[in-house]
């Protein structure tokens, strides 16, 4: 079965960190881009971040970066997103994706993407 796994997820206070992982399972990673996204309760699906299938390019939300790092393990099929100095407007569903385009690297996004993970619930809040 092909999918993809988000894990790393939890509740954090402003100003703390948390790492996300996406683990591929049934197919290699290493010949996609990866993008992760997030929806906020009541709000619409946004791209976070995105990163090229040998990792050359990379881009970030505007709302970030600086604080947020995507990056990739080809050799364990994983991509992950570091995210420090939470916000409570951070809070949300993160979902990661993968297909041959996820972004152009200057800050669309596409949603139209072949994998998508179920995604890991990331609260942040006193």
């Known amino acids: 079965q092909l999918q993809l796994v988000e894990s790393g997820g939890g509740l954090v206070q402003p100003g703390g960190s948390l790492r996300l992982s996406c683990a591929a399972s049934g197919f290699t990673l290493d010949i996609y881009a990866v993008g992760w996204f997030r929806q906020a309760p009541g709000k619409e699906r946004e791209g976070v971040s995105c990163?090229?299938?040998?990792?050359?390019?990379?881009n970030y939300a505007g709302s970030v970066k600086g604080r947020f790092t995507i990056s990739r393990d080809n050799t364990k099929n994983t991509v992950y997103l570091q995210m420090n100095s939470l916000k409570p407007e951070d809070t949300g569903i993160y979902y990661c994706t993968a297909d041959w385009r996820v972004c152009d690297y200057s800050g669309t996004y596409y949603d139209t993407n072949e994998f998508w993970g179920q995604g890991t619930q990331v609260t942040v809040s006193s």
């Open positions: 990163i090229s299938a040998d990792g050359s390019n990379i």
